[in-house]
């Protein structure tokens, strides 16, 4: 029996499928996307205090709450792990994307990409997914006006 890939391979793998389905029409080009958004979420969960880089306004918050954690999902300050590189949502933008990233070498550098994270209040990530509508990446969170530690 062939040795197991490491989690980043066996991801890739799987979203090379996944693509390749959306491109030829087997499986919806939107829940393709979803199955890999959700993938790219649990693998911060529970890992907000640990992010780094870190706004100001998650740190306030954390300060704030300390020695106990800042409040669940529901408060503004609440702790997220923000995406620094979007994965494209629904219409042409997607369907280019799953069209461009076809192997599983790009998808192993386009999901190192996509996993990048930082961590915001719920309060900042509200005004980042308003910028994020016309651009992705760190440019996101100067438009935004976020400022980070260190």
Not at 18 to 37: F, I, K, N
Not at 80 to 96: C, I, N
């Amino acid at each position: 029996m062939p040795a197991r890939d490491n989690r980043d391979v066996r991801w890739a793998k799987l979203a090379t499928v996944l693509a390749e389905a959306a491109r030829d029409g087997r499986v919806d080009p939107q829940d393709a996307r979803s199955t890999l958004v959700h993938a790219l979420r649990v693998r911060q969960n529970g890992a907000k205090l640990k992010i780094r880089p870190r706004s100001q306004g998650a740190q306030g918050s954390i300060d704030k709450y300390a020695p106990e954690t800042p409040p669940p999902n529901g408060s503004n300050e609440s702790l997220h792990a923000d995406h620094v590189y979007a994965f494209p949502h629904t219409g042409p933008r997607l369907a280019e994307f799953f069209n461009s990233v076809t192997s599983v070498d790009a998808w192993l550098h386009e999901l190192r990409q996509l996993d990048q994270v930082v961590c915001l209040t719920a309060a900042e990530n509200e005004i980042v997914r308003l910028v994020e509508l016309e651009m992705t990446g760190p440019e996101k969170y100067v438009r935004a006006g976020i400022v980070f530690l260190g």
